[in-house]
């Protein structure tokens, strides 16, 4: 009798795909069928892993099965979109890690290909699925918070050096992403400046201010050249301010009742207001476990993911003139 599981390989089995493969090996929806990865000995010891799985050194033995459903691709950054586009037009749905791509340009080529196979893209932006970014979003939406007058980020810490990518397009590809997700609209100004002190051309620090039609402002603080480990955001409100900080262990969410009130008698004066604080409760689950359930679940219900190549399309569009800022600032 034919399974009615989604069938799924994943290909990149360095830093994060292992992980890809463990979360949809465990979701009873899905079976993992594939695992690929340039170095042949990599491929094989993770497929020892998981009984039912095949290794291969070549991502055109996963996309000549006709059994399988789908991709999870985890490959190094610059080959996203070019892999993206072989495995839609091969008739399989396809995750693709973050970014979708390093330019508009191949970022759009993959959501048309999408488009053109009728099949599912998805871009693993992680935090969209973090129950800490719902419970932020839910917060800005429900009102709480009054109107948002700012946002901002950093994600800092004493990291990796990259070779084939700077400060934001490795760290700011996960921010831009939230902002995006907070925001509801797209900046009409984005704005970087960053430094290379450690490799020559690769910047290890970025500043970026991006303005929204709406008049919401943001800023983040993307470095992998800083003492402190910091992965927060904070949503200043007209009426109330939350934080989410991903090192928390226990109060990831702290929204706190502080602003500016009208004084009493009028006359043009405010009073600061320094309420109590409150950390709601969180889901304990993995988000890449939600962000693995919501792709299966779009192939399932034939629906659009949280994170579509519409999605990260506009993650790229940002992370681009962001990118040209920077150079511009820097020559």
């Not at 072989?86 to 008739?91: C, D, I, K, S």
Request: hydrophobic residues 40%.
């Amino acid at each position: 009798m034919p399974s009615n599981k989604i069938r799924i390989g994943v290909a990149g089995l360095g830093y994060w795909g292992p992980n890809l493969a463990r979360n949809f090996d465990g979701l009873p929806e899905c079976e993992l069928t594939w695992c690929c990865d340039a170095d042949a000995a990599v491929g094989s010891r993770v497929a020892e892993l998981y009984p039912g799985a095949r290794a291969t050194a070549d991502l055109q033995d996963l996309l000549d099965d006709p059994a399988l459903d789908a991709v999870v691709l985890a490959t190094p950054v610059p080959t996203h979109a070019d892999l993206a586009v072989r495995v839609l037009e091969a008739g399989k749905h396809c995750f693709v890690e973050k970014p979708l791509a390093q330019s508009v340009a191949d970022a759009e080529r993959a959501v048309a290909a999408a488009d053109a196979a009728g099949k599912i893209l998805m871009v693993g932006h992680l935090l969209e699925y973090h129950p800490g970014v719902l419970k932020l979003k839910e917060l800005a939406d429900s009102g709480e918070l009054g109107r948002i007058f700012y946002i901002y980020g950093n994600r800092l810490n004493l990291g990796k050096l990259r070779a084939d990518e700077n400060a934001l397009w490795s760290l700011g590809a996960h921010d831009v992403s939230v902002v995006l997700t907070l925001a509801g609209e797209e900046p009409i100004e984005a704005v970087a400046h960053g430094e290379s002190y450690v490799r020559d051309g690769v910047e290890d620090v970025v500043f970026c201010f991006l303005r929204f039609p709406s008049g919401l402002a943001a800023h983040l603080h993307l470095s992998w050249l800083d003492p402190h480990k910091e992965r927060r955001f904070t949503v200043v409100g007209e009426t109330k301010m939350a934080t989410f900080d991903d090192m928390a262990v226990d109060t990831k969410i702290t929204v706190y009742d502080k602003g500016f009130d009208e004084a009493p008698q009028g006359y043009g004066e405010w009073v600061m207001r320094s309420g109590n604080s409150y950390s709601p409760s969180l889901a304990a689950v993995e988000p890449l476990r939600l962000e693995c359930q919501e792709f299966v679940n779009s192939i399932r219900e034939g629906r659009a993911p949280r994170s579509d190549g519409e999605s990260g399309l506009r993650v790229v569009r940002v992370l681009e003139r962001l990118q040209q800022s920077l150079e511009s600032s820097t020559r």
